[in-house]
């Protein structure tokens, strides 16, 4: 009879145990209570600001936590040296979620409050509207290095509402990546234009020695290097920093013959100048037919550069700008920016924009883009020689070429009004799988502008769209 | 009388206490299991978007009308249905060689016998990153060996071309299935008793009446079983397709099950991604109904 009892004990326990989990589980994944836990977290807040002080002057350090999206060991490392040497009373910790969920996992971290101070790519609409992301503006106002940060950035960074959610510590661009030797060897200039580089990824196509002029990619995002050429053609004329997406005239960038135009040349590359393989490529597979020997050109980010240095021989190859448009003579390109927002419920937020200060602070920066593979945020940047010389230059020439326009990817999402947004999500749904039936010829270029054109018809007739541009 | 009574209450003591016993993994059950469930078959008839989620209007058919007008849409039920009957099929066929000839003695049988099992242990995942790799069309193993024997001339896009790439999946997903199989039908052909094969000898059979009229009638109801489950779990193994193709070229190698995932990574149309996920739960209930008509009817069969 005992043992029956408290066996029943026992199992009473982990029931009630379970059912107070269930219910913290539960209020922390409904979103209609976000605002009660705010609240207590608040609370919660105040009485840790407290503490913290406390600590402060007792001497401990206060322990920030960073919750990164893509773990870099030799990154984390180097911020929180540079932490360390800055600020006697911060203790860098840092999180990072493997890479394949981190964003679900990072969404799930915030939507629970959890100790999170630093959450990197927090510029995000939803997190904003949220309450997940503190506001910076005033953060930024009483800082003196933010003056010599890339203007461009600086709208980027406010460019959800006119206030400051987040600091860039990095920016990633494309540039082209060239066989020096292979063009030597043929006697060809190195490509500036998309048609110099058509002809040039022609002429040096031999499928016999399993040599390819160009490093398609035509799976996972293969299409966003496409649309590079299709903004460049409609150029500034037409395209708006802000609205990547929608020309001056309210309509989708699709709209125009120039899409069509874009659809073709890209065909003919694909056809004429590329592995009939990479219609399955990705990153990995687009980078490694380029270091291995059977690319001529690739376009990519900056960090591939620090791949091919590992595994091709000096000379054997170089970095150039993009090309530009033949005719418009401008380049645009979608430039990502690697970036940390404070959490709006964060305990340590003074101590937390400390932390960032020295990460996006110009000295600090300069050191973390050496050994990160993104490019400094800081216009004083260009006068560090391994920024203006090397691999690197490329980047230095496109920065200071008004030609060259970097736009943040999808930036229109910021302005779109809720209705428009659940229309734009289907641009994504398949764009992979649509794009491949254009490279292999079972969807015509016209069809398939059409389809991407028709996520973005909202445009005609959008009220902001209207009174950005003037439109009637 | 009063026996009775005492009997009674003794009864329903025993009752109380099975039902306390229960009660923690019912209500785990309830809470992890069938909530969600539910609540993803009314979020199919619902527009819900995770940028809007304060808006979630019932919109009747509407996402499974979506699901089923995906211009890949004809292939994906083509590979759903081959994607059963070839993974299961060949995994069996293999599974059931190897342990066949597992079943005989050769020096370094339990290192031969341990390297096979390894693909069985490796993430799906990982198993596809591996084998895209080897597929690869500009530097992959298996073109370079075809290459090297003289079979093709030029690498052959395997991943890239619509109507290999699916099979490519086929074959790695074997790769690590097999293992399973061999696995499961090694246990089973331990219970079956020499005595018959000594009998059987004595009355003259050859290994083929052997097998047939031995091995195969005493593990018949297992292997039944077997490939059943691998079926139900069959259809929900994305992570092998995800891996090697993303569904791709042009979405022709996606199954339901790699569709959903992609979807839930690539969009945030949850609504259509939860049809997709009831018409894929509707497929597993059809097999899982199979299953245990099965397991009734084989009830026995082996005794």
């Given at each position: 009879?005992?043992?029956?009892?408290?066996?029943?004990?026992?199992?009473?326990?982990?029931?009630?145990?379970?059912?107070?989990?269930?219910?913290?589980?539960?209020?922390?994944?409904?979103?209609?209570?976000?605002?009660e836990?705010?609240?207590?977290?608040e609370?919660?807040?105040?009485?840790?600001?407290?503490?913290?002080?406390?600590a402060?002057?007792?001497?401990?350090?206060?322990v920030?936590t960073?919750?990164?999206?893509?773990?870099n060991e030799?990154?984390?490392q180097?911020m929180?040296?540079?932490?360390?040497a800055s600020?006697?009373?911060i203790?860098l910790?840092?999180?990072?979620?493997?890479?394949?969920?981190?964003?679900?996992k990072?969404v799930?971290?915030?939507q629970?409050?959890?100790?999170?101070d630093?959450?990197?790519?927090g510029?995000?609409?939803?997190?904003?509207?949220?309450?997940w992301?503190a506001?910076?503006?005033?953060?930024v106002?009483?800082?003196?290095?933010?003056?010599?940060?890339l203007?461009?950035?600086?709208?980027?960074?406010?460019?959800?509402?006119?206030?400051?959610?987040?600091l860039?510590?990095?920016?990633?661009?494309?540039?082209?990546?060239?066989?020096?030797?292979?063009?030597?060897?043929a006697?060809?200039e190195?490509?500036?234009?998309?048609?110099?580089l058509?002809?040039?990824?022609?002429?040096?196509?031999?499928?016999?020695q399993?040599?390819y002029?160009?490093?398609?990619?035509?799976?996972?995002n293969?299409g966003d290097y496409?649309?590079?050429?299709?903004q460049?053609?409609?150029?500034?004329?037409?395209?708006?920093?802000?609205?990547?997406?929608?020309?001056?005239?309210?309509?989708?960038?699709?709209?125009?013959p120039?899409?069509?135009?874009?659809?073709?040349?890209?065909?003919?590359?694909?056809?004429?100048?590329s592995?009939?393989?990479s219609l399955?490529?990705?990153y990995?597979?687009?980078?490694?037919?380029?270091?291995?020997?059977?690319?001529?050109?690739?376009?990519?980010d900056?960090?591939?550069?620090?791949?091919?240095e590992?595994?091709?021989e000096?000379?054997?190859?170089?970095?150039?700008?993009?090309?530009?448009?033949?005719?418009?003579g401008?380049?645009?390109?979608?430039?990502?920016?690697?970036?940390?927002?404070?959490?709006?419920?964060?305990e340590?937020?003074?101590?937390?924009?400390e932390?960032?200060?020295?990460?996006?602070?110009?000295?600090?920066?300069?050191?973390?883009?050496?050994?990160?593979?993104?490019?400094p945020?800081?216009?004083?940047a260009?006068q560090?020689?391994?920024f203006?010389?090397?691999?690197?230059?490329a980047y230095?020439?496109?920065?200071?070429d008004?030609n060259?326009?970097?736009?943040?990817?999808?930036?229109e999402?910021?302005?779109?009004?809720?209705?428009?947004?659940?229309?734009?999500?289907?641009?994504?749904?398949?764009?992979?799988?649509?794009?491949q039936?254009?490279l292999?010829?079972?969807?015509?270029?016209e069809?398939?502008?059409?389809?991407?054109?028709?996520?973005?018809?909202?445009?005609h007739?959008?009220?902001?769209v209207?009174?950005?541009?003037?439109?009637? | 009388?009063?026996?009775?009574?005492?009997?009674?209450?003794k009864?329903?003591?025993?009752?109380?206490?099975i039902?306390?016993?229960?009660?923690?993994?019912?209500?785990?059950?309830?809470?992890?299991?069938?909530?969600?469930?539910?609540?993803?078959?009314?979020?199919?008839f619902?527009?819900?978007t995770?940028?809007?989620?304060?808006?979630?209007?019932?919109?009747g058919?509407?996402n499974?009308?979506?699901f089923?007008?995906l211009?890949?849409?004809?292939?994906?039920?083509?590979?759903?249905?081959l994607?059963?009957?070839?993974?299961v099929?060949?995994?069996?066929v293999?599974?059931?060689?190897?342990?066949?000839?597992l079943?005989?003695?050769f020096?370094?049988?339990k290192?031969?016998?341990?390297?096979?099992?390894?693909p069985w242990?490796?993430?799906?995942f990982?198993v596809?990153?591996?084998?895209?790799w080897m597929?690869?069309g500009?530097?992959g193993?298996i073109?370079?060996?075809?290459?090297?024997?003289?079979?093709?001339?030029?690498p052959?896009?395997?991943l890239?071309?619509?109507?290999?790439?699916?099979?490519?999946?086929?074959?790695a997903?074997?790769?690590?299935?097999?293992?399973?199989?061999?696995?499961?039908?090694?246990?089973?052909?331990k219970?079956?008793?020499?005595?018959?094969?000594?009998?059987?000898e004595?009355?003259?059979?050859?290994?083929?009446?052997?097998?047939?009229?031995?091995?195969?009638?005493s593990?018949?109801?297992?292997?039944?079983?077997?490939?059943?489950?691998?079926?139900?779990?069959?259809?929900?193994?994305?992570?092998?397709?995800?891996?090697?193709?993303g569904?791709?070229?042009?979405?022709?190698?996606?199954?339901?099950?790699?569709?959903?995932?992609?979807?839930?990574?690539?969009?945030s149309?949850y609504?259509e991604?939860?049809?997709?996920?009831?018409?894929?739960?509707?497929i597993?209930?059809?097999?899982?109904?199979i299953?245990?008509i099965?397991t009734?009817?084989?009830?026995?069969?082996?005794?």
């Amino acid at each position: 009879m005992k043992k029956k009892l408290l066996a029943l004990l026992l199992s009473g326990t982990m029931l009630a145990g379970m059912l107070t989990g269930c219910s913290s589980a539960e209020d922390s994944a409904e979103g209609a209570s976000v605002k009660e836990t705010t609240q207590a977290a608040e609370e919660k807040a105040q009485a840790a600001e407290e503490t913290a002080e406390a600590a402060e002057e007792s001497g401990e350090k206060v322990v920030i936590t960073m919750v990164t999206t893509l773990g870099n060991e030799t990154r984390d490392q180097l911020m929180k040296d540079l932490v360390e040497a800055s600020c006697d009373n911060i203790e860098l910790e840092i999180i990072t979620p493997p890479s394949d969920q981190a964003g679900e996992k990072i969404v799930a971290m915030l939507q629970a409050h959890e100790d999170i101070d630093i959450v990197e790519d927090g510029l995000d609409r939803h997190y904003i509207e949220n309450g997940w992301i503190a506001d910076l503006t005033d953060y930024v106002a009483e800082w003196d290095e933010y003056e010599t940060i890339l203007p461009s950035l600086k709208d980027r960074q406010a460019s959800f509402d006119g206030k400051v959610y987040g600091l860039y510590y990095g920016r990633y661009e494309r540039c082209l990546f060239y066989r020096a030797d292979w063009l030597k060897e043929a006697g060809i200039e190195v490509p500036t234009t998309w048609n110099e580089l058509y002809d040039a990824a022609v002429a040096l196509t031999d499928p016999s020695q399993n040599r390819y002029g160009y490093a398609m990619r035509g799976n996972v995002n293969g299409g966003d290097y496409m649309q590079m050429l299709l903004q460049a053609s409609l150029s500034s004329e037409l395209m708006d920093l802000a609205t990547p997406y929608i020309t001056k005239e309210g309509k989708s960038i699709y709209e125009y013959p120039e899409a069509i135009e874009a659809c073709e040349f890209w065909i003919d590359l694909y056809n004429n100048a590329s592995n009939p393989d990479s219609l399955a490529w990705g990153y990995p597979e687009s980078v490694e037919a380029f270091y291995s020997g059977t690319a001529a050109f690739l376009i990519n980010d900056a960090e591939v550069i620090a791949t091919c240095e590992q595994y091709m021989e000096d000379g054997t190859w170089g970095t150039a700008p993009l090309p530009v448009h033949d005719e418009t003579g401008e380049s645009w390109f979608p430039q990502g920016g690697a970036h940390f927002c404070i959490t709006g419920f964060s305990e340590h937020k003074d101590e937390a924009f400390e932390v960032l200060k020295v990460i996006c602070g110009q000295e600090g920066n300069m050191e973390l883009s050496k050994i990160n593979g993104t490019l400094p945020v800081h216009t004083t940047a260009a006068q560090d020689p391994f920024f203006g010389e090397g691999y690197y230059a490329a980047y230095a020439t496109m920065g200071a070429d008004p030609n060259y326009k970097g736009f943040s990817e999808a930036a229109e999402y910021a302005f779109a009004t809720e209705e428009e947004l659940s229309i734009i999500d289907g641009f994504w749904k398949e764009k992979d799988a649509l794009f491949q039936e254009l490279l292999l010829g079972e969807l015509s270029p016209e069809d398939y502008c059409a389809d991407r054109a028709s996520y973005y018809a909202w445009a005609h007739d959008s009220e902001w769209v209207a009174e950005r541009f003037g439109l009637d | 009388m009063k026996s009775r009574k005492k009997l009674f209450s003794k009864k329903a003591g025993k009752t109380a206490f099975i039902i306390a016993f229960l009660l923690p993994s019912i209500l785990l059950m309830l809470v992890f299991l069938y909530y969600p469930a539910i609540n993803g078959v009314i979020m199919s008839f619902r527009d819900v978007t995770l940028l809007d989620l304060d808006n979630k209007d019932f919109v009747g058919l509407e996402n499974y009308k979506a699901f089923l007008d995906l211009s890949f849409g004809p292939s994906i039920w083509k590979n759903t249905f081959l994607w059963l009957v070839l993974c299961v099929g060949l995994e069996f066929v293999c599974g059931f060689g190897l342990s066949l000839l597992l079943q005989t003695k050769f020096p370094g049988k339990k290192i031969y016998e341990s390297i096979v099992f390894v693909p069985w242990a490796i993430s799906g995942f990982a198993v596809g990153v591996i084998w895209k790799w080897m597929f690869n069309g500009n530097s992959g193993v298996i073109n370079d060996i075809l290459v090297r024997l003289g079979i093709l001339e030029t690498p052959f896009g395997f991943l890239s071309n619509v109507n290999t790439a699916f099979y490519c999946v086929v074959v790695a997903k074997v790769w690590t299935g097999m293992a399973f199989f061999a696995i499961v039908t090694l246990a089973a052909l331990k219970t079956v008793s020499k005595d018959m094969y000594e009998a059987a000898e004595i009355d003259g059979a050859n290994g083929i009446q052997k097998f047939f009229y031995i091995t195969l009638p005493s593990i018949r109801a297992l292997l039944l079983l077997t490939i059943l489950v691998r079926m139900i779990s069959m259809m929900n193994a994305p992570d092998l397709i995800f891996g090697m193709t993303g569904g791709g070229p042009a979405g022709r190698s996606h199954t339901i099950s790699s569709y959903i995932l992609t979807q839930v990574i690539s969009s945030s149309d949850y609504g259509e991604i939860s049809a997709a996920g009831v018409i894929l739960w509707l497929i597993t209930l059809a097999l899982s109904v199979i299953y245990v008509i099965a397991t009734k009817a084989t009830k026995g069969s082996d005794e």
